[in-house]
C-alpha cells in the first residue's frame, strides 16, 4: 500500500497563499506520477495538478499561472504552492501516486479554506 500524507492545509483570507506538501517514500516519489486532487464540498474529487519523474507537469485550467507543482528529492515530498486563492479553491486536497493516475491509494487529505 502506498502511504501519502499530505499537510500544510488551513485558513487563508482570498489571495492569500498556502503551500501543500505531501511526503511519501523515497521508492514511491521517485517511480511514479504524483498529483494533487481537490474535492470541493458537494463535487467529485478533480485532479488539480500533476508532476511525472522527469518533472512535467499538468495543471487544471482553472488554477494554471497560480499554483505550482514541484518536488523536493531531499525530503521525499511533492508540494504544491498555491499563490491569488479565491474561495472556489476551497476544498480537501488529496495527493495521490501512480502510473496512472488517479489510483486508489489516497492519503487523508488536508482541508484548506479561503475566506472572502
Known amino acids: 500500500q502506498v502511504q501519502l500524507v499530505e499537510s500544510g492545509g488551513g485558513l487563508v483570507q482570498a489571495g492569500g497563499s498556502l503551500t501543500l506538501s505531501c511526503t511519501t517514500s523515497?521508492?514511491?516519489?521517485?517511480?511514479?506520477?504524483m498529483g494533487w486532487f481537490r474535492q470541493a464540498p458537494g463535487k467529485q474529487r478533480d485532479l488539480v495538478a500533476l508532476i511525472s519523474v522527469n518533472g512535467d507537469t499538468k495543471y487544471a485550467d482553472s488554477i494554471k499561472g497560480r499554483f505550482t507543482i514541484y518536488r523536493d528529492d531531499a525530503k521525499n515530498t511533492v508540494n504544491l504552492r498555491m499563490h491569488a486563492l479565491n474561495v472556489e479553491d476551497t476544498g480537501v486536497y488529496y495527493c495521490?501516486?501512480?502510473?496512472?493516475?488517479?489510483?486508489?491509494?489516497w492519503g487523508r487529505g488536508t482541508q484548506v479554506t479561503v475566506s472572502s
Open positions: 523515497e521508492r514511491i516519489a521517485n517511480s511514479n506520477v
Open positions: 495521490n501516486a501512480g502510473g496512472n493516475l488517479p489510483t486508489a491509494d
